[in-house]
DNA sequence: TTCTTTGCAATGCAGTCGTATTGCAAACGG
DNA sequence: CCGTTTGCAATACGACTGCATTGCAAAGAA
């Protein structure tokens, strides 16, 4: 076989140029031409490595996933072993919040695909990690009741957390401030 | 002058069409030609009436906002004169959420102009009715120390609730439950 | 009735979209 | 060296977009 590329890598470069594109022009500026205008490269070689526009899209969506994934284990990687229940929950959560500019990118592009999801159910259950595993996780780390309602309850205030920082209707302080009083409120 | 007919009355029946279509097809759909054939008109008078595609956006919505709080209002409204904090509190917040097929319609329209809003911020304080005085009223109902970080918090659940809700990922008993068992955290 | 103004319909235009098609150069197997 | 296969570039096509323009019918004002 002649010429050896590395198609995962031409793929991911491609996704990662889409993101750009779709973080500071929106996912309706996302077509072939501006991904590869972004990208550095020719229309003809975005079509060669996506056949189809969907197929683009449902790859830049795992990699939205695997981005967030990334965040998040880095950052509970980061309090080495044995990290107290709290400050583990505490350190998960707050990596799921877009609080800097590069997360705050991410978070619009993951915002878009939330409503692309709502279009293309067959894609859908590729976003957001398992939500059902990750409430049951939480769970596992809050103090004596483990109401899974109080799991859910977290997730959930997180997610809109994200929602109004990306608004700008929260500040990154309020929070973190907001968070940490509900830890308060379930670890008392 | 001749030919009366109330502009404000098209306008609105225009932008219920436009929100017809962004809740089944997604905002990506929403073109002249699109939204005048679901209002079962003629894509010029679309024109006529909005002058230009972002003018009939910004109009829509303004629609959103108004019929998202013409629920809560008519949700309280229906518990009578001077009722219990906790059980005003909650009507209020449960009114805001997805729970039946019209409130999700409408539910997916305002999540997509909330990616919308991203790049047209001239339009983004329009979407969710003032935030920080939403918050205070919040923190009014809630008893003694009126912790604003907790009304936040509060407010960023529903949000959450309501991103959950719509996504699949909690049913709407789930979504009741866990609400309410903030409640019961809150006033406990 | 005549005139003027408004409400709308129809058409045209330049641009962008996704995708199919074609062609060619570079790299390996023989 | 030769043939084949792969990686990519370029172009073409039909469908669609938002918007400007034009024309006309209906309804008061005179």
């Known amino acids: 076989m002649p010429r050896k590329v590395d ?16 973080a500071d022009r929106g996912l309706e500026a996302v077509s072939l031409r501006h991904v590869a205008a972004e990208a550095g490269v020719s229309a003809g070689m975005v079509q060669h490595y ?25 950052a509970v990687a980061a309090l080495g072993p044995d990290p107290r229940p709290r400050l583990l929950l505490r350190t998960l959560l707050a990596a799921l919040l877009p609080l800097d500019e590069a997360a705050r990118a991410d978070g619009r592009v993951a915002l878009a695909f939330l409503s692309w999801t709502a279009l293309h159910p067959a894609a859908a259950p590729g976003l957001r ?23 859910a309850g977290l997730l959930a205030l997180v997610e809109g957390l994200g929602v109004y920082l990306l608004g700008g209707q929260y500040t990154p302080a309020q929070a973190t401030a907001v968070l940490d009083h509900q ?6």
Do not use: C, H, N, Y
């Open 7 to 22: 198609p995962r890598q031409r793929r991911t470069l491609i996704a990662d140029a889409l993101m750009r594109v779709a």
């Open 50 to 74: 996506f056949t189809t526009k969907d197929e683009m899209m449902a790859f830049a969506l795992s990699v939205v996933r695997d981005r967030g994934r990334a965040r998040v284990e880095a």
């Open 129 to 151: 990690p398992d939500t059902a595993q990750l409430v049951e996780f939480i769970a596992g780390l809050l103090p004596r009741p483990p109401a899974s309602d109080a799991a």
């Open 183 to 188: 830890l308060d409120l379930l670890f008392a």
